[in-house]
């Protein structure tokens, strides 16, 4: 079965701290796809990153990156130098297909205060 | 490029109307997937269509709930005789097919339709 674990349910930091946001995936493919999501507090699901499985390179976007760790199931996002406005509801997800369903974790809720 | 759109954005029923929520795919993606997220938990995966075909319903209740997306038009999650657990938001998202030049399998999420059920 497949599983995508979000432990940190609630993160509080600072403005200007870097935080990483942890999840742990569980599968039996060899193909599959990762996603991360953001949830802002209005409410719409916005779309920040895919990756498959044969691809362990780690991104850099602005100030978000992503390390994806086969050897421990782990595909995790840090901000770097937070602001208020990265203050949302962070998802991971997992795809197994093409075509196929997304299978969420819990979310993080990301708090960053001024 | 319009995104994905869904309406009505806030829906109100009382047990045992019928709800019936909107998709309307970005253009040129011909696959849809209808989620679901309760008060205080995650994303279930509800259904996924294609045009005229449903290719996976494993998430969908076995009663009351039905879903389409006919050859013109937009997708329909109908929900009948709803009660007050059916109160959550609902998310479309839609994909190109993988036939299409420059195929990607991103789901891209409309805005959600929020559901309260009195």
Redesign the interface.
Known sequence: AQKVTQAQTEISVVEKEDVTLDCVYETRDTTY?L?W?KQPPS?????LI?RNSFDEQNEISGRYSWNFQKSTSSFNFTITASQVVDSAVY?CAL?IN??????????TELSVKP | NAGVMQNPRHLVRRRGQEARLRCSPMKGHSHVYWYRQLPEEGLKFMVYLQKENIIDESGMPKERFSAEFPKEGPSILRIQQVVRGDSAAYFCASSPSPRSQGYTDTQYFGPGTRLTVL
Do not use: A, N
């Not at chain 1, 409410?43 to 779309?47: K, R, S, T």
């Open positions: 796809y996603f999501y409410g719409e699901l916005v779309f895919r998802f795809k093409q075509g196929g369903k997304l299978i969420f974790g819990q979310g």
